[in-house]
């Protein structure tokens, strides 16, 4: 089985644009979180979809939105880019529904570098 | 304020020495705990998962304990190698299914 995959792997970008990663997740799952990963803050939650909708919302502005498509693939999309949001952005997928608990299953994530 | 810490920030041992790894969270109100891998520069690997009513769980010569009420979860690694190198994360997944990280135990087993 094909694990979560993530687009482009490399990313360099100037402060003011906008940029959107993308997460294919494994076969059958449907639940799909982002992270944000700095050496000065470490591992921090930005949102989880699951079946198109967003259920849950870590504490990042307004400039970090998602969305989940219908075959379960998301994407992420930071607006007006600042220096600080050069990370390696993970996402993880799961089965997870909530009733049967299922492990986090991360992709190898997207190196963003804001010059 | 939901938290996870994990104590010591390194650890380097020889090869062949019982690797610890700690793992403190601030609320005894969570639905999992995960422990992963990651390699510099990569993703992260699943190890083990222990659901909020287990106690332990274990994967080869990894074996992972959780006590809820006093909020401590450690990984043992026995017999450890240098591909064992490599950093170890704690998540807490919190009964609102936030996941929460801890900052990680770098560890190097020396050849």
């Known amino acids: 089985k094909a694990g979560v995959t993530q687009t482009p792997r490399y990313l360099i970008k100037t402060r003011g644009q906008q940029v959107t990663l993308s997460c294919s997740p494994i076969?059958?799952?449907?639940?799909v979180s982002w992270y944000q990963q700095t050496p000065g803050q470490g591992l921090q939650f930005l949102f989880e979809y699951f079946s198109e909708t967003q259920r849950n919302k870590g504490n990042f502005p307004g400039r970090f939105s998602g969305r989940q498509f219908s075959n379960s693939r998301s994407e992420m999309n930071v607006s007006t880019l600042e220096l600080g949001d050069s990370a390696l952005y993970l996402c993880?997928?799961?089965?997870?529904?909530?009733?049967?608990?299922?492990?986090?299953?991360f992709g190898p994530g997207t190196r963003l570098t804001v010059l | 304020k939901q938290e996870v810490t994990q104590i010591p920030a390194a650890l380097s041992v020889p090869e062949g020495e019982n690797l610890v790894l700690n793992c403190s969270f601030t609320d005894s109100a969570i639905y999992n705990l995960q422990w992963f891998r990651q390699d510099p520069g990569k993703g992260l690997t699943s190890l083990l998962l222990?659901?909020?009513?287990?106690r332990e769980q274990t994967s080869g010569r990894l074996n992972a304990s959780l006590d809820k009420s006093s909020g401590r979860s450690t990984l043992y690694i026995a017999a450890s190698q240098p591909g064992d190198s490599a950093t170890y994360l704690c998540a807490v997944m919190w009964n609102d299914y936030k996941l929460s990280f801890g900052a990680g135990t770098t560890v190097t087993v020396r050849a």
């Open positions: 993880a997928s799961s089965l997870f529904d909530r009733v049967v608990y299922n492990e986090q299953f």
């Open positions: 076969s059958g799952h449907r639940s």
């Open positions: 222990i659901q909020s009513s287990q």
